[in-house]
């Protein structure tokens, strides 16, 4: 039979595979191999600031890290639980308009406001969110897709906390280097911290929600409660970024509740690769920065997200961080058959 | 009586909104996040006709909902079709497409009060002496007959009681022959097609906005989960509901407060009876 | 095995719309027996297993566990009361290894009440456990099954692999959802004496099958259901043996001519 077919196979590295569990790492090379990535990840993260040429980018470099906590939220919910979160502007807005009020009416530095919103803007969110989650996925989607649009004109209709103007006068940060290291240590710390998360055996149960949430039900355990248990997670990542934007802004209005904010995370996640946790900050780094670029055109910017996110789910690319990672632990091989 | 008036005014303009977005929701199970987008461009391919080329209004109206069939349909061709079934990436890539339209009219300067649609007869009458507009009259004329339509299409043609079996179960309409990835796309051009009809009965009432098209979609949702996704009976009923809820709040309140009762409506349905008033949904989720 | 019911259904009844899945089915379970739930397809078992595990919510009747009343609870409370089950289209958590897919059931309350397998205890390390569980089952320790991601096993060890998952809960029920179906005569040689082993530990076995041969060598008692009604309830020998029972499954045409030429 001469019908050779020729066949693409990927394996694990030997590598990989002797340091997979962390087993066994004997020598320096493997012990390289894993912690190299993860290094440059963190020592390039923090000496940013320090080579951004300008004040005006360092404050970009700020807004990337309140994006990307949402898009980390995002991946969680959306490949780790399985819930789609369409409205991430939710929780800057619930997150941002908190610190606010505790600063302005209440007069709380920022270090006092910004911890207090995050877990009470967290607590908040999922309450909010509380009906949708015993039912299925779309539901979520469709409710976290609304609540940022409705309560935007309801701050406006009503006039209420500032309505159109805003909240003014919200206290800045002590000095812009703790702004900016603060926001950076945090998505640092979020970004390992998750990937801890979802290995660990709650992290296991979320990802069994996703699967297969009967079989989870069948075991004794009530879906609505750890799903209730990753929103919060994801919300107080999201209230956190708000809390922190609203510190950088010195001012908080309905245009937290903006559509850049949902959709930027999940575009952010497609294009740097859904699943890693790693992918959706790198995908913040590429598109704030293109988006700060493209704020001449007004909305456009936001077209322009969407057309690369539709291309990119369109086309089942895995998104760059799910390549980069396959390139670096697998190798390919054409096999003749 | 002027509450009943305005109430069935409101109600009617709201089942069409919610009809197209139920329609595509109950045949693909695909929530269509571009229905509003899909609204505000038949508004201004309307207006594109009439004012700009001058060309006759009825003839510009069935252009329109030509045009705004073939726009649906090609956003599932091309789009939707391709993540069929892989529920994370349908539901974003739908909501990509409205926001890319949407935002997009708004760049293109589609924006301010300048974008008006002609009523359809100028003029009112007065019924229990309350004026009404002829054409307000006339949505909920059409409106009423829409919703007939509906019902006798589904329930007695081919195609109707093909998107009805679809509907209710997939596989086994499609080991009756029924094919579909076409059943969807009909579905889907049907339902910009309402969209268009809403559009182009609504929007002489008021300007053309880009922001209607968010609370088109808004109002649309919430009537449709209040009326059960998927069930476009519930959908009318859930409107008549809604519709005179917001007339109350308007006549008791104040009106700024139209959009709270959407946002409680959602709450309250999702907290008390999740699957809405029609909706087939927990019977179907109860399937292990 | 003592005579007391474990599990009593006292008139299940579901119905669909216009269509009736479950016809006022009364039945109820000993402690320590195996009770089979046989007939055609489409005779309300998975229905009415649904009911019982709370699954779906029954349009009547009453189901107690143990003289308490559970119809209407969620379906993971009543797991947590002790009443397991596996799915006829097996789901196993596919991205995770297999004795990962064993850490969700020892997550759940109940695992951590019943304290675990050999001293787990409430911080036991779940993974080792896990192994522990599925070397009950007969994935051995050593071999690599374990650690294979469930999406690359077969059939018959999927099916193990769901027992696991009930085991993993310490039960006192377990109702296994045409858990024979899809195996091999070796796969099934190899799951029976491990029904009877968990018979021998105390544990109750509801079985709904369609291998009849199989289940009669391990049932105590067989209940019928046809079109969600129960004809008939008694031993192996005496289900075999009765008319009814022969066209329920051939058809009454059939039995006449049978009959007729006897």
């Known amino acids: ?337 | 009586m002027d509450i009943l008036i305005y109430g069935t005014i409101n109600s009617m303009a709201l089942a069409l909104m919610a009809l197209g977005f139920a329609l595509v929701y109950g045949i693909s199970r695909v929530p269509n996040f571009a229905h509003g987008a899909l609204y505000v461009i038949s508004g201004f391919v309307t207006w594109g006709f009439v004012r700009a080329l001058g060309v006759n209004y009825l003839l510009s109206i069935f252009l329109t909902m030509i045009i705004i069939g073939v726009i649906g349909a090609l956003i599932y061709q091309f789009i939707l079709i391709r993540v069929r079934g892989m529920a994370i990436s349908e539901i974003i890539a739908s909501y990509a497409i409205g926001l890319a339209i949407l935002e997009g009219l708004r760049w293109g300067g589609f924006k301010g009060m300048t974008y008006t649609l002609p009523v359809f007869v100028e003029g009112s009458v007065d019924i229990a002496e309350i004026p009404v507009d002829f054409h307000r009259l006339v949505v909920v004329g059409i409106g009423g007959a829409v919703v007939a339509f509906l019902w006798l299409f589904t329930h007695h043609t081919r195609i109707g009681l093909a998107l009805r079996g679809m509907a209710q179960d997939e596989r086994a309409a499609l080991m009756l022959g029924i094919d579909s990835d076409l059943m969807a796309v009909v579905a889907m051009a049907l339902g910009s097609m309402l969209a268009g009809l809403a559009a182009i009965l609504l929007l002489p009432l008021g300007n053309i906005v880009v922001e209607a098209g968010y609370n088109v979609l808004i109002l649309a949702i919430a009537v449709c989960i209040v009326g059960g996704l998927g069930s476009w009976m519930g959908a009318v009923l859930a409107a008549f509901l809604i519709g005179f809820a917001q007339i109350l709040t308007v006549r008791y309140l104040g009106s700024h407060y139209q959009m709270v009762v959407a946002l409680l409506a959602i709450i309250f349905t999702l907290i008390l009876r999740p699957s809405g008033l029609f909706g087939q949904q927990k019977e179907l989720e109860e399937r292990v | 095995m003592n005579n007391q019911p474990i599990l009593e259904v006292q008139e299940a009844t579901k119905s669909f719309g216009g269509i009736v899945a479950v016809n006022r089915v009364s039945l109820d379970v000993r402690d320590g027996e195996i009770l089979g739930i046989i007939g055609p397809n489409g005779s309300g078992k998975t229905t009415l297993i649904n009911c019982i595990t709370g699954f779906i919510k029954m349009t009547s009747g009453k189901v107690l566990f143990r003289g308490k009343n559970i119809s209407g609870k969620p379906a993971h409370k009543i797991a947590d009361m002790g009443i397991t089950r596996t799915f006829q289209i097996m789901r196993p958590y596919y991205s995770l290894p297999c004795y990962k897919n064993l850490v969700i059931p020892l997550f759940s309350p109940r695992a951590k009440r019943t304290g675990g397998w050999r001293g787990g205890g409430k911080l036991g390390d779940r993974d080792t456990v896990g192994i522990d569980i599925l070397e009950e089952i007969g994935f051995e320790r050593d071999s690599f099954v374990p650690y294979k991601i469930a999406s690359t096993l077969p059939t018959g060890y999927l099916k193990r692999l769901e027992l696991a998952r009930c085991l993993a809960l310490k039960p006192e029920i377990i109702i296994c959802d045409e858990i024979f179906s899809g195996l091999s005569m070796s796969e099934i040689a190899s799951m029976v004496p491990l029904i009877e082993r968990l018979q021998m530990d105390g544990i109750t076995l509801i079985m709904i099958e369609h291998r009849l041969r199989e289940l009669f060598r391990v049932a105590n008692r067989v209940m019928v259901l046809n079109f969600g009604e129960k004809v008939i309830e008694g031993s192996p020998e005496e289900v075999m043996a009765d008319d009814k029972v022969k066209e329920v499954y051939f058809g009454s045409e059939e039995v006449e001519e049978v009959m007729s030429h006897a």
């Open chain 1, 1 to 337: 039979m001469n019908n050779e077919q020729r066949r693409r196979e990927r394996l694990d590295r030997g590598i990989k595979v002797r340091t997979d569990g962390l087993y066994a790492i004997m020598s320096l090379r493997e012990l390289c191999y894993l912690t190299v990535p993860r290094l440059v990840l963190i020592v390039g993260m923090l000496v940013l600031p320090l080579v951004m040429p300008s004040m005006y980018w360092q404050r970009v470099i700020s807004i990337v890290c309140i994006y990307a906590l949402l898009a980390l939220g995002f991946d969680f919910l959306a490949h780790f639980v399985g819930l789609v979160c369409l409205g991430g502007a939710f929780f800057i807005g619930v997150g941002g308009y908190l610190a606010a009020i505790l600063n302005t009416f209440l007069g709380f530095p920022p270090v006092v406001t910004i911890p207090i919103a995050t877990l009470l803007g967290g607590a908040i969110c999922t309450l909010l969110l509380l009906p949708c989650l015993p039912l299925r996925g779309v539901y979520f989607a469709i409710v976290t897709l609304m609540y940022p649009l409705v309560l935007m004109r309801i701050i406006e209709a009503l006039n209420i906390l500032g309505g159109t103007d805003g909240i003014m006068g919200v206290a800045s940060f002590a000095n812009r280097w703790i702004e900016q290291y603060f926001v950076i240590s945090m998505v640092v710390l979020f970004l390992f911290g998750l990937r801890r998360l979802v290995n660990l055996d709650i992290g296991l149960v979320f990802r069994a929600v996703k699967d297969n949430d009967q079989a989870v039900r069948a075991s004794g355990m009530n879906i609505t409660f750890y799903k209730a248990i990753a929103v919060f997670v994801a919300s107080c990542l999201g209230c956190l970024g708000g809390a922190c934007l609203v510190h950088i802004y010195m001012w908080s209005g309905i245009s937290l509740f903006a559509l850049d904010f949902s959709i930027l995370p999940i575009a952010a996640t497609v294009i740097g690769g859904a699943g890693t946790v790693v992918g959706p900050v790198l995908g913040c780094f590429i598109l704030v920065p293109i988006s700060e670029l493209l704020r001449a055109f007004g909305t456009l910017r936001i077209v322009f997200y969407c057309l690369i996110l539709v291309a990119f789910i369109v086309f089942r690319s895995e998104g760059i961080m799910v390549y980069g990672q396959r390139k670096y632990h697998q190798f390919e091989r054409w096999v003749t058959i």
